[in-house]
């Protein structure tokens, strides 16, 4: 297994609060991404990054931010969660154009 | 825009049949990758195609690629019930930087 752990598991929040999600991988590759899973949707990406302080926005970026000071770590921030952020989130990494392999997924309710 | 769409939503199979799920995309894409989740679980590479004409087989699966057409299939032989799970599709949007537009995705379900 790639090997890619995310923090925390699972959490319950209230809305108006911040919370920060964390990817950690032990692979060193350049690539990391955020997804979020939700019924009917897929997987729909909401941050990548491409190195130390390199990100972009993906399809769902309002409401979140992302932030990546080391290789092997990229903190998904909500600034103030809500409802409709309720949803499982998803770490995944790649080499350059090459498999993304996903985390083992953290599950957020926001209530 | 990129779409991809994957059909059926749902499929309920008998063990020992064959059938198949398709993915089909809206624009030009090298890559398109097939992943297999479990309900509560991580999702896990099943196959990835990166050229037309291309074709990959795994046990009892076999996925294919015509960028012509802009379509792909995974195809399933004689299923199990151990096939039973969430099948994805997802392309590359392009670009150096490997973003994946996913399908809906399949829920498939082997019935003994």
């Known amino acids: 297994d790639a090997g890619i752990t995310q923090s925390p598991r699972h959490k319950v929040t209230e809305t108006g609060t911040p919370v920060t999600l964390r990817c950690h991988q032990t692979e060193n590759h350049r690539y990391m991404y955020w997804y979020r899973q939700d019924p009917g949707h897929g997987l729909r990406l909401i941050h990548y990054?491409?190195?130390?302080?390199?990100?972009d926005k993906g399809e769902v970026s309002d409401g979140y931010s992302v932030s990546r000071s080391k290789t092997e770590d990229f903190l998904l921030t909500l600034e103030s969660a809500t409802s409709s952020q309720t949803s499982v989130y998803f770490c995944?990494?790649?080499?350059?154009?090459?498999?993304?392999?996903f985390g083992p997924g953290t599950r957020l309710t926001v209530l | 825009e990129l779409k991809v769409e994957q059909n059926p939503l749902f499929l309920s199979m008998q063990e020992g049949k064959n059938y198949t799920i398709y993915c089909n995309y809206s624009t030009t894409s090298d890559r398109l990758y097939w992943y297999r989740q479990d309900p509560g679980k991580s999702l896990e590479s099943l196959f990835v195609l990166l050229s037309n004409g291309a074709v990959k087989q795994e046990g009892r699966l076999m996925a294919s690629l015509d960028t012509k057409a802009r379509l792909s299939t995974l195809h399933i032989t004689a299923a199990v019930h151990d096939l039973s799970a969430t099948y994805f599709c997802?392309?590359?949007?392009?670009?150096?930087?490997?973003?994946?537009?996913f399908g809906t995705g399949t829920l498939l379900a082997v019935q003994p």
């Open positions: 997802a392309v590359d949007g392009g670009g150096a930087t490997n973003k994946l537009i």
């Open positions: 995944a990494i790649s080499a350059f154009s090459d498999t993304q392999y």
């Open positions: 990054s491409y190195g130390v302080k390199d990100t």
